[in-house]
Each structure stands twice: as structure tokens, then as C-alpha cells.
């Protein structure tokens, strides 16, 4: 068990992801305030109602407008400690910037991803030169400690909010780095694994203690936890690449696309074979045209997207593929994969099938890349915590907290799969929860009960 | 095409558009490029004896992201030699012999007056100006304002340039005063052939939140200047209308106060004026402007069907009344085009906090008890929503509706909606008939 707080340092150089420059990069000052200022301030916002976290848009949009950048990022934190990463990660198409009246103008709506970006990372340029804090952790000893299990955006969301408040908070993650999901998958063109290091790191300055590589289970066991502290936390996301198994599938050259993804991202010590011409990605989410975009931008010249339905069921959501046409990723309909069909050991194609004429054909590649969801790995956490049928942790909707007596749950564990940002929103509400519950009042909790 | 030319008070121009006395008229050289863009007209800045300038002397409101809202000076009358201007007054003349020239004074004593006026009208200025209105340095001199808010002083100084001025006079003045017909009234006593008005509003123009010094800065230290821009324009055409209006008031009236297009400028000359001056605006986007104020103007009483901009002059007047003049049984009501409501709720939170709490939505508490006239501090019941269309976002909890029956038709939700044609306020029939605060008075009633 080893406990880490200087986490740049566990960062290999040299990883791939590094080779991707930014899909959207930062806003500088001038454009900030011309966004800012074309803000209506709406009254009941519709972004605010998009946005999982709830942050007060408007507010935090009118106070770049007006130069108080620390009160802006303030806002935006009180609502989302994960306010960083969101920024850049988030969805905004699908939530906020999807929900901004400019639409209903045809208007170019309010950027608010990159509002939100260069006002956290401005305010937070701050506090390093200044030492001046945003949030100072409550200077009272609670006596209560919380075991967190994974370090991903729940956990972290949730022991900021329990840390600031006096309780201890100890983050236990089974990999070297933190940060789940946001360090493993998220597309290298949106938000890299240092920057992703920055936000686990700042996250830990407000007292939250992390051990890394210590597996529940086989280190510590779930029991001990439960004994020991005065609450658990299960923010475990989902379990590893669903497979399809075809035939063929043994050998090289098949991935499931979450290991692809981490061995971009994390892996320095991986690279794409230079004969690497063709690849198929299977599936229909934003997971199967992350890969294919990530491939094609890598620099390889054939990628494609099967897809057993079309592209009007498919759960990935349209400006993804619209931006990964950009970089010549096609998507092809319609088509149910059977096998893997080798040479010699080597891929020659995926034989698939069509939906609609029934026709049987090969589909000449390289490598075949699953992109078919997760398999859920909660069960594995304790047999006393109750999961639904898709082997999701069940909690109440109100405190998240399992079925097991003070122990909780949020993010991707509970909901199978969704955005950082409604991962952030569990870890806080389950914060909340906890510290109603044992009588500490939350300072971003006003008197009549809202954020 | 409509005729623009112009004739105020005996001084011709082809278009009603003059550079206003300022920076941008300072020189021979600025004069003729703008004649060369089209102006009609130039005001040069002020002669008088020679003067010393600070640094720095401007300052600028922002205001959400629009630059130069406001705009002010600390700058003083012109500081080249007076030679030097009549020189190059007399060469801008000679090489645009059909554009109006009219040259801004300022000195002391009378014999100062004679002399400067006879130089001006030797270098070939086709009328003076007399700057009685500089709020800032020449005030604490004597000149300027302090002539400017002092009626009786103006009108003898007026007095005395009408012995000497063989060409016609405007007496520009400064809108710092309580009431503008004193200064005005003075002027046309004093024989000013024309009125120019407003000269800029004295002001503090702001201060920097890093230093707390008071800008524009001299070093660490300020001092009152002229505030000008778009920002002083509802106060200038207040002025040029209320001049305009008064029989006292028997000459023309230049218009000058935030004019940066041909819109402004229609609004003057509807106000009264007969012609605009324009230095603010020049400042900010140089001569080229006076391309679209032409055309436009041109455009413009072409659609409306007038043949000059004399037929333009005034016609807005006659709808210039007191507030007891009114029609208290004039009543409107705003009406929501939910069809076009993008549901951002900038009318509801306007009225409910800023006006009579007659907009509500189908979410959220309703604040306003009706049916009291204190409401507000009695207990909150809902307004039931009336059935309305089908918006274009779908979600009709977030198209607001109108109490009519307690809207007080005050426009406040109309001008805060960010789409055109989505609020709109809509005359209710009456039979009462028009009946004035004066009316009421009149007959005993109050």
C-alpha cells in the first residue's frame, strides 16, 4: 500500500496521448469577456436545469463578465468539485450549451464548456501564485472518517465536499493512477492525463488522503473498511470492455476499446504497429467513436464504425460523429458481426452480416476493436450490497446510500455508465447525505436546504 | 433622392452632417479629408490664446463589451498657433468653396472678441461659433461654461461678437445648467443667429480599481471633464427639444450629443434641428461614417416620402408636451407571442422585481396577490394560466403570461426581451376618451 500526494511524478512521458493537440483550446482573456457579455443572464435558466451538478450558469458567466474570477470559479466549484475536468469532458452539445435559449434563435449558443474552462483554470493559476485558497477546509475536528472505494470523479467529488467539512476522508484505488475514468478513456483531444493529475491533486490539498494500487478484496477487505470507518463510499465505475467473443477472436489484433484507450493514454511504452492500415470499431456509443477518432487522428488511414442498427438509434451522440467525420471515420449501418477471419494468424477481415438483406460479407482489417459497454464488476465489491439486473449498485435516490447501513455509492457503478459530471453530482449528494447524517452542516448547503 | 442640402441661419451645406469643434477639426489637413469623405460641414476646434495640455485626457465607459458607451475629455482649446489655423482655414476654404466652414471661439475680453472674430472671418469662415460651454480648465478662466451658466453674462458677450460678425453666429451651449431656455433665451436676446447645443456634460468618468486613481490620470491625479457619446444623447435631444419648442426660441438649432449614425441624426432633425455635428463617433471610427449617415438619411426620407431634410425638421414636436398633458385613459397591456418566447425569462424576473408583478410562469412560486392595491404583502395565490399555443421550445412551463388585467403597461417587459417582436405592447379600446392630469385639474377634480 503505498500512499501518493506528489502525482506528476507517477507520470510516465512519452505516452501517445501526448501526441493529440487540443480539440478546443482555452479561451484567452478578450475572448472570455465577449462570450460573457453576450450572456442574457436568463432568469431560471434552462442550462442550469441541463447541467446533472446544477451550477448556477448565469451567475458564474456574469461574474467573468465583470472581472471577479475568483467569485466565478467559486461559484462553479460550490456546485461541481469536479468543475476542472467537466469543463472539458462534459457533454455540453447534450446538456448546458444544448439548453441555451440562443438555440431557439438560431444564435451560436453561450460557450459555456470553454467559459467554464478558462475561469476554473484561471482561478486556480491564482490560488497557486497567490496561496490565497478558494475553499479552506473547516478548522474542527469531527472525529469521522470515510473510506472511499476507486479514485475516480465520484470519490474525488465526494471527499472534497466531506474534507472541507473536517471529516477524513481516505480514497483507496487499485491502479497506480487516480482519476478513473477521466485518467483511462477520456478522449486524449479533450483533456490529457496531467491535467487530469492537477484536478486529483487539488482535490487532495483540501485533506483527502489517496492509497493507491490496493485492491478491496485482496488488500484490505470490504468488512475492515466497514468496521473502521464511519462510512464507505463505493465510486468503483463499471467494470472492464463487455466482449463479443466471435469466433476468431483469439490472437492478436482484437481489443476491447477501454484497454486500447488506457494503452494510448497511459502506456509509454505503446505505439500502433507502422503497418497498422485498417480498423473496425464495433458498436454504436461514444466509446466506439472516441476509438475510431483517436486511430484516425494517430494517423491511421482506414477506420471505420460498424453498427448492428443505425445512426439514428445509435447511443453516441451526433457531433461526435460529426467530429470524427472530420478526421475520416465512416460509419457503416445496419451490419451484425459473426467472426474474425485470420490468415495465418493474421486478421485478414470481420465477416458481418447485413441487418436488412440478410447477405453475408467480409470487411477487410487489421485490427477489430470492441466498443460493446462494460461489464459490471460491483458484485464483486461485497455480496451484502444489492445490485439490480443490470449489476448496478442499487441506492436510495435521496442519500445514495446502498442497501447496506452506511455504506454508499455514485457514478458509473450506480448508473451504469454516464458522464463525469453526473458522477461529480452523486459523490456531492452522497457527501451531503453523510454529513446530514451525523449532524455537520455543509457550508454550501443554505438554510433552506439548497446548494 | 432627397435634397440634404441645408441653409442654417445664411451658412450652406451640402449634407446637414458637420464635424463637431474637437479633435477631429483641428487641423487643415483633418478638415479636408473629411470633406473628402463627404461631410457637409466643419466646426474647427476652438481658436483662442494659446493653451497648455495634459496627458492624459480621455476616458471611456465600456459597457458590456460595447466600447466608448461614454466617452469624456480633459483636453482644452486648440494648442497650435492661431496663425497656423487661420492659414489652413483659409486653404481648406479655397479648395472647398461649397462646403460650410464655421470656426469655434473662445476668449475675454471684448477686444479679444473683435479681434479674434475679424481674423476668422478674414481667413474666410462662412459663420462663428462661441464655445460657452467647456466644463473643464477654460471654466476656471472664465470662458466656456462659466459664460455658458451664466444667462446675462452670455448674452452680452453675444452682444459684443454682433457688433463685430459680418457672418452668422452660433452660440454653443453647455448642458450643465438647470434649465436650458435661460441660455438659450440669452442667446437669441443677444442676437445669435443660431444655437448649438449640448457642449459635454460635466462628469467623472471613472476610477481605477488597481491604483484608485481617478481617470484619465494626470500622473496620480484627475479632475472633472466633459462627458460626450452615445451615452448624452437622450439628454441632448431632451435640450434641442426643449428649445425647440419654445416661441422664445426664434433661431436654428445645430444638434449635437452622441450622434453616430443616420438614425441619431433623424432624431434630431424630427427634434428640431437643422443640422448634427458629430466628433465622438469620428473619434471612434474616423470620417468613413458620414458614408452611411448620407445614404442612410438619403434612404431614409425616400421611404417616408419626403423631399428634404427641411420637410424632416421638427416634425416630432408637436408631440412634445408636458406630463400633465397626457392621457391618463390611454391604456396598453403586453401581450407574449409564445410562438416566439425562447423562454429566458427575463420578463418575468423584470416585472416581478423591478415593475408590478404582472408576468408569471406555470413554475415556481407566484409572488404577487391581485386584487388588492398592496399587493405584494398579502398572501400568494397562483394566476391560472391561459391556454396558449404550442411554443417553439416545447416546454410551455417556460413561456411567461401576462396578468392583462393588472399589466399597467409600462413597457418594461417589452424592452427587456431579447426577441424582436415577441412582447409586444397592444392598445385595449376605451370609450372614456382623452382626459389629461390638466383636464382633471381643470374640472375640480383633484
Request: net charge negative; charged share 20%.
Amino acid at each position: 500500500m503505498t500512499e501518493k500526494q506528489e502525482l506528476s511524478t507517477l507520470l510516465p512521458s512519452d505516452r501517445l496521448e501526448t501526441q493529440f493537440s487540443d480539440a478546443k483550446p482555452p479561451y484567452t482573456d478578450l475572448e472570455a469577456v465577449i462570450e460573457a457579455n453576450r450572456c442574457l443572464n436568463c432568469y431560471d435558466a434552462p442550462c442550469i436545469s441541463a447541467c446533472p451538478t446544477g451550477i448556477d450558469i448565469p451567475i458564474f458567466i456574469k461574474k467573468i463578465a465583470s472581472g471577479n474570477i475568483r467569485g466565478s470559479a467559486t461559484t462553479i466549484f460550490e456546485a461541481n468539485m469536479l468543475g476542472s475536468s467537466t469543463a472539458r469532458v462534459c457533454p455540453v452539445e447534450e446538456l448546458c450549451v444544448g439548453a441555451c435559449v440562443f438555440n431557439e434563435l438560431n444564435h451560436k449558443p453561450i460557450q459555456i464548456g470553454f467559459l467554464q474552462r478558462y475561469v476554473t483554470e484561471k482561478a486556480l493559476e491564482a490560488e497557486v501564485r497567490t496561496g490565497n485558497r478558494l475553499f479552506v477546509p473547516a478548522d474542527v475536528e469531527t472525529g469521522k472518517k470515510v473510506a472511499l472505494i476507486g479514485a475516480g470523479p465520484a470519490s474525488l467529488a465526494c471527499a472534497a465536499y466531506l474534507a472541507l467539512e473536517g471529516v477524513s476522508p481516505v480514497i483507496y484505488e487499485k491502479d497506480e493512477l487516480p482519476g478513473g475514468l477521466n485518467t483511462t478513456a477520456v478522449a486524449p483531444y479533450k483533456f490529457q492525463t496531467d491535467d487530469c493529475m492537477k484536478e486529483v491533486e487539488w482535490i487532495l490539498q483540501h485533506g483527502v488522503r489517496l492509497h493507491t494500487g490496493v485492491k478491496i478484496g485482496k488488500d484490505v477487505e470490504f468488512r475492515q473498511l466497514v468496521q473502521e470507518y464511519d462510512a464507505v463510499f463505493i465510486g468503483i465505475g463499471f467494470g472492464k470492455d463487455g466482449r463479443l467473443k466471435l469466433p476468431g477472436s483469439d490472437g492478436s489484433g482484437v481489443w476491447g476499446a477501454l484497454e486500447l484507450i488506457r494503452e494510448i493514454k497511459n502506456n509509454p511504452n505503446f505505439s500502433l504497429p507502422v503497418n497498422l492500415n485498417s480498423v473496425l470499431v464495433i458498436g454504436g456509443g461514444n466509446t466506439a467513436i472516441d476509438v475510431a477518432r483517436e486511430l484516425a487522428m494517430l494517423g491511421i488511414p482506414n477506420v471505420n464504425i460498424v453498427y448492428r442498427r443505425t445512426r439514428s438509434e445509435m447511443p453516441g451522440y451526433q457531433h461526435e460523429l460529426e467530429g470524427a467525420s472530420k478526421y475520416g471515420v465512416r460509419m457503416m449501418e445496419n451490419v451484425v458481426p459473426i467472426s474474425i477471419v485470420r490468415d495465418g494468424g493474421v486478421i485478414r477481415s470481420l465477416k458481418v452480416k447485413s441487418n436488412q438483406s440478410g447477405e453475408v460479407f467480409e470487411l477487410s482489417c487489421d485490427w477489430v476493436v470492441e466498443a460493446i459497454g462494460q461489464e459490471s464488476h460491483a458484485i464483486a465489491v461485497s455480496p451484502d450490497i444489492a445490485v439490480d439486473e443490470m449489476g448496478r449498485v442499487i441506492v436510495d435516490s435521496g442519500t445514495y446510500m446502498t442497501t447496506h447501513p452506511n455504506v454508499y455509492a455514485g457514478g458509473d457503478c450506480i448508473n451504469g455508465g454516464k458522464e463525469v459530471v453526473n458522477a461529480a453530482a452523486d459523490g456531492r449528494e452522497a457527501a451531503f447525505a453523510m454529513l446530514r447524517s451525523w449532524g455537520i452542516k455543509s457550508r454550501f448547503i443554505k438554510d433552506d436546504g439548497k446548494i | 433622392m432627397a435634397d440634404l442640402s441645408i441653409n442654417m441661419c445664411g451658412i450652406k451645406s451640402p449634407n446637414p452632417f458637420w464635424l463637431a469643434s474637437g479633435p477631429p477639426s483641428n487641423c487643415g489637413e483633418q478638415v479636408m479629408r473629411a470633406f473628402e469623405m463627404g461631410w457637409g460641414g466643419a466646426v474647427w476646434k476652438t481658436l483662442g490664446k494659446p493653451i497648455v495640455n495634459v496627458d492624459s485626457r480621455l476616458g471611456a465607459v465600456d459597457y458590456s463589451g460595447t466600447k466608448m458607451m461614454g466617452f469624456n475629455n480633459i483636453e482644452l482649446i486648440t494648442d497650435r498657433p492661431l496663425d497656423a489655423n487661420f492659414k489652413e482655414i483659409y486653404e481648406v476654404k479655397r479648395r472647398y468653396p461649397d462646403r460650410a466652414v464655421v470656426v469655434s471661439l473662445m476668449a475675454e475680453s471684448k477686444e479679444e472678441w473683435r479681434e479674434i472674430v475679424q481674423r476668422s472671418e478674414d481667413a474666410g469662415a462662412d459663420g462663428l461659433e462661441l464655445n460657452f460651454g467647456c466644463p473643464h480648465g477654460m471654466c476656471e478662466r472664465g470662458m466656456g461654461s462659466s459664460v455658458g451658466q451664466e444667462p446675462v453674462v452670455l448674452e452680452k458677450i453675444t452682444s459684443w461678437v454682433m457688433e463685430y460678425a459680418q457672418t452668422p453666429v452660433l452660440v454653443k451651449l453647455t448642458p450643465n445648467v438647470t434649465d436650458i431656455l435661460d441660455p438659450g433665451v440669452a442667446a437669441v436676446r443677444g442676437g445669435g443667429n443660431g444655437i448649438s447645443l449640448i457642449n459635454t456634460v460635466k462628469s467623472l468618468i471613472g476610477v481605477d480599481l488597481d491604483t484608485l486613481f481617478i481617470k484619465p490620470t494626470v500622473g496620480a491625479e484627475s479632475t472633472s471633464g466633459g462627458y460626450c457619446g452615445p451615452a448624452v444623447k437622450p439628454i441632448a435631444l431632451n435640450m434641442v427639444a426643449t428649445l425647440a419648442r419654445d416661441p422664445r426660441i426664434t433661431v436654428p438649432i445645430s444638434g449635437i450629443g452622441g450622434i453616430s449614425n443616420w438614425q441619431d441624426s433623424v432624431e434630431y432633425f424630427a427634434l428640431g434641428a437643422t443640422s448634427v455635428q458629430v466628433c465622438t463617433a469620428v473619434m471612434h471610427y474616423g470620417y468613413r461614417i458620414v458614408e452611411d449617415m448620407i445614404d442612410g438619411l438619403n434612404n431614409y426620407l425616400d421611404e417616408m416620402g419626403m423631399k428634404s431634410v427641411n420637410d424632416l425638421i421638427g416634425k416630432a414636436i408637436p408631440g412634445f408636451v408636458e406630463w400633465g398633458e397626457l392621457d391618463l385613459n390611454y391604456d396598453i397591456v403586453a401581450k407574449i407571442d409564445a410562438s416566439k418566447c425562447i423562454g429566458c425569462g427575463l420578463c418575468y424576473i423584470s416585472c416581478l422585481d423591478g415593475a408590478h408583478q404582472c408576468v408569471h410562469t406555470n413554475k415556481g412560486q407566484c409572488y404577487a396577490y391581485h386584487g388588492e392595491p398592496d399587493h405584494g404583502f398579502n398572501p400568494r395565490i397562483e394566476v391560472s394560466a391561459p391556454i396558449r399555443h404550442q411554443p417553439k421550445n416545447g416546454d410551455l412551463a417556460h413561456v411567461p403570461f401576462i396578468d392583462e388585467k393588472e399589466c399597467v403597461g409600462c413597457n418594461l417587459c417589452m424592452l427587456v426581451c431579447p426577441v424582436p417582436d415577441c412582447i409586444t405592447m397592444e392598445e385595449i379600446s376605451h370609450s372614456k376618451g382623452k382626459e389629461s392630469w390638466n383636464d382633471r385639474v381643470a374640472r375640480g377634480l383633484v
